[in-house]
């Protein structure tokens, strides 16, 4: 064993010599670290750094003597003391040691593993051994062994509150060897790991000393008898117990007598004693008999804290409480209403809780775990078992053992969808059928749901089920093994019940039945038997024999197996139920729209919030391998849960998940339903339209446009980001909430798709426009309507499925269509008579500003319009720039040529062209702000259906262009558009240039028409203040790249890039950090040194926390 | 508990009640009104769902209500349906001094009509009337007795009128969906025993259970708490099958 071990330590000093946890967690074997903290029950901080097989031994318990030892106590040979062997594991800040080669997580086991070999199944710390924080530790002396081996002497704090004083002689301070057994070298290492953790130990000492001042125990162990105590107290100050929960002011339930308690308390007295108590406590068979007979209620609290490990949490974190709470003091939120709801009904019966004092703590509790854990919030049964928890400890307490339930114990079970508990149910259930097929069947037939009895069992720790006082005895070793318990005691109830339960024959006589067993646990469980002995066995007590004797065989890696076997169809259901509700509550407008639409929109909103957060969950995880974050993973593998996995993050079945789209999301969601929302210009192209859009009109962009890391996931095309669609996102946004509800999205869509009223469709577009809802847009607005116009055609009209440009192409290229091709190209024209129109009819603000320039807008000179066409030829911001503000430009324009522009036919296309950026330039004269002029409503209404295209396009070709369910969005991911990340432009659809390359041909040309009269429209308005808007906007891209966590969730690489390096740089200090440190251990290469310095070091240290002490 | 099986001198028969409705509207309290005519203050809420029963008796039958009593908190909806299968009724209730809790019954009202067994009756309760004093023509001193059951009049509180939802609108809304229409008070027993009896007479006696509901058999396999698709088939069929099964 010892020879094999070795091999092992020396394997891994190969495989892993600076065994640094960052390099591990990285190789994707992160189980281990889980489980390593699930088998010692230590906070999410804490990884195994060393591991080595060792031999424990402690010395003759001395009190063995002293006090008459209960008959029962009949371990080992107590007088030489007691010999363990298992392993020893070095973590951060703890050095743990458990015997328990227990039953081995298989899936763990088949990963590389380096430092923690723990064959473990997450059950908590059932073997023998100790979790000892390293500042509990006060001495380390290396002892002379004959055979040259390591052998550690430990000398703990145990007890040094009491002990300061004189009292403190040799014999009562803690102390035990440890005899490593691995090689020289591993031990070494292991030794030298221990030291940098002692020193860094130090610092807590502080932390350690507080929390175990809140421990029942210390106030117990201060004097032997109630005289010595009173002694004590004068001595050390220990004047008042600490606080065990409300039973010290309020009783504890139950007949104190009955529950034995001034025996357990002896011997628990006895036991601590001995094995040194709280966070420095040696767990011996005796500790886990004592617990199996139930907690002595002073103790009771502790010990849950101690078995759990909410002890280490608090230990680390000891003012989280009373911090959370005096942060948010005042703060208001959906929790605490609902908290405030439960207070007065959280059991109600125990007098405390019908007192100020109770509901007062209660309310702080729940309150602060509400905030650490918003996610969780606030679950109805968390009053109770919170309730419950604070008849035996103080409230901090009771808020960091709520936090490791629900964090660990009870995963899932409180969470906004529940589907932990609704797993563990289907476990629960899938275990009757394997223990117990017969009644199994009996219950399936007479189609009883057990759920329907078990779901509260498990929700609220059968708190509310059974008698409190025996709900207790089932969480004092719940808290000690762990989650199976629960089903352990569950299928143990149905088994003592089982011959009653065959007879039933629905649900309500299934839950009678139970419920007159739960009233009765206290009666013996055979009433009649002749035998004495067998009259008092209580059915309480029966039932723990069977829970645990009979369903031994219930492990935490069975119910591991079981809930990842069944995790699928419980998520599936919770979000198939998800779906079906809320497409039912989506408002009366959606009823516009069919439920297949509905069920189209909510896949489709869903989809995108969830690849959205997956994305962004790699790139996190990519940046912070190392943080102290949970390692959810590891979590899935040891509960069988996907806890927060990464891989499902934002997946609705497994609570809250992002229900509000930003306008990113939106922009990719557009993306999905329409073609037009598709970019043009994949970011990757430097100077692409919607970059430039983005950069002019919208403060979300500018947000880091690496290419490397795509924030719209592989396969999937870039969104356009046009001023029209934040328009409809503001429009849809109607209560300015941080984004758009499944909701604003169907009702949004239901206004434009449900209509076909060409009327409605109209105001609906006009509305878009008209800012400030007086019912006029402006010059401005409607040069924006002619580019939404244009840019929401520049695929073509009407809804056909494949891109027009691609359309247009082939039937240029093979003549057949040429219809199809010059309704486009008429939109064209169509769109240009429509600015036309607006001006020619629109309202001046002041007519008496009215300058005669205006009324003949829409005409230019050729000459202007080559012009023109130059700039929208040139790629260069300066020339733009230079025309744009270039008032002398626009004098040039002649005010007075009425020839309106020709009608674009295909073969005219290039002086169309002209005509279009005429129009634009027209406009650009019209910008004049001395003549400020708007077009209302029934001008807008007129000028649409002056036009027949036009008012095709409000008619059916807008609603059109949004395909839902009946149209299946066009998978766009086969389009090569989605190669965006490709640096060569190789896209047909996302022509970018003004002049048209001869080879391209007609076809070209169109595409260039189209790009070209957007660009046009673009640069129009952007020359108004460009210069101010640069300013503005290279300010704001600055201050962007700070801004908060929200912002971050665009997911843009850049960002996501930023924090992955300073993430890293951390990441190589604190790794490098390891590598001296061990580098300088392997210096130490004569023992004599080695020793010399572990006692040095350990001296120094001890100096330190002596004066820590005063 | 399976006393249905016997024949007593009126013809028997269960029903199945559901309630369902917002966080502390008073689910629990209305039944343990109608059931043991007590009221508690602090009643504990409702973990998962609660199950009793209690008979009502009808001038030509007896009728035994198998009572589940949800719980109201929105996480526990996704619950709901494995209570709800098979119920010939329900009882969706909501607090008349909060406008939210009558958002959620209607929600609970459109989930009812698609997902529960065709022709369920339902009954819109409005709970906690002793907080209202509407038409408080019934003197101040009836707010502190225990209330017998059934008194005809409302309640006023000392401290005015806490209603938020007035009768017209919970009405209107209930003659809409075609819904029972109570105001009620768990507090003081106004109208709860009604309620039930309204339920009773509404249920058509070919609805009855003679035992307990015939289809469903078989359907138990390995279903979890959410079998939604699953309860709505059985639903479907059982409903088909209904009439000839007792
Ligand atoms: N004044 C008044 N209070 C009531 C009435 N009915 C219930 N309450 C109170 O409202 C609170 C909630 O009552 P419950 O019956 O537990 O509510 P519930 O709907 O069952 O709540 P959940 O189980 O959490 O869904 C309790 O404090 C009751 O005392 C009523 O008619 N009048
Ligand atoms: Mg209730």
Redesign the interface.
Known sequence: MFTFSSLVQKAQSLIDPSASPSTRNSDGSPSKAALFRLQFRLPDSQTPQHEITAELSLSAPHSSRASAQGPKEKQKPQERGTTYVGKLHLSESFLCFSTQPTSFHHSASTQASSAFTGQTQGAGPAGNGFTLPLCAIRRVERLQTPNSLFALAITTWNGFTALSGKQGNSSDAQRFTVQLAGSRQASERFCDGMKKGLRDGVKEVENLKAVIGECYSEYLLSGANKAERENALLVNGVKEPPDAGLGMVFRYPGDAKKLREQSKMRLWREYLRDNGRNATLIRQPTFHKLIRVGLPNRLRGETWELTSGSLYIRLQKPRLFTDTLSRYSGRESLAIDEIEKDLNRSLPEYPGFQSEEGIGRLRRVLTAYSWINEEVGYCQAMNIVVAALLIYMSETQAFFLLSVLCDRLLPGYYSTTMYGTLLDQRVFESLVEKTMPILWEHLVKSDVQLSVVSLPWFLSLYINSMPLIFAFRVLDVFFLEGPKVLFQVGLAILRINGEDLLDITDDGAFISILKTYFSRLEESAHPKSENEKFRAVTKFQELMVVAFKEFAGITQSTISEQRAKHKDVVLDNIESFARRTSIRNLGPESKRLSMDDLGFLYDRFYGILYEREQRIQVMREDIDRRAKARNDNATELVTGIPGNSSIEIGRVGLGPSPTLMNYDSFREFLAGITRWAITDAPTSHKDSMSERASSVYSGHSGRGRSPSLSPWGAGNSEPADHDFMQRLYGKWNKDDNDGLSLQDVVTGLARVKGTTDIMTSISYFFDLYDDDHDGKVDREGILRISEALLFLTRRGLGGSSVPSSISIASTLDDGVDPKSSSADERFLGSISAFIRRCFEYADPDHPQNQSNNLTSSPNTELNISMDHFTIGDSDSEGDLLDLGIKPTLLQQFSPSNPSPPALPRRTSSLSHTQSKSISKRSANIALDPSNPLHITLPTFRMVILADELLQQFFESAFPASFHLSDHPAHSHSQTPLTTFSSPTPTVPAAPRGGIVPPVKGLRGVLDNIVSDGMRVAGEVRKRVDEAQREMERSALQRSETDLDDEEEKGAYGVEADRRSVREGDRELLEGEEAVVGVGRGGSLQVEEDLLGGMDAEADSAEKGRIEFER | ??DTAAAPPKPSSSVKLVLLGE??VGKSSLVLRFVNNDF??????????A?L?QKSHLPHRTIKF?IWDT?????????A???YRNAQSALVVYDLTKPTSLVKAK?WV??LQ??ASPGIVIALVGNKLDLTNEDATVSREANSGEGADAVGGEVAEEGGDARKISTKEGREYAEEEGLLFFETSAKTGVSVQEVFTAIANAIPETQMKG???PG??????????????RVNLNQRAEGAKEGCAC
């Open positions: 508990m399976a966080a502390a508690q203050e602090n009643k504990e809420p409702t973990i998962g769902a199950f029963t198998e719980a109201g908190q929105e996480r526990f909806a996704s619950l349906p494995m209570y929600h459109a989930e698609r997902q035992a307990k509901g469903a058999t078989g359907a138990g396999t390995g279903q979890t708490a959410l079998g939604s698709e």
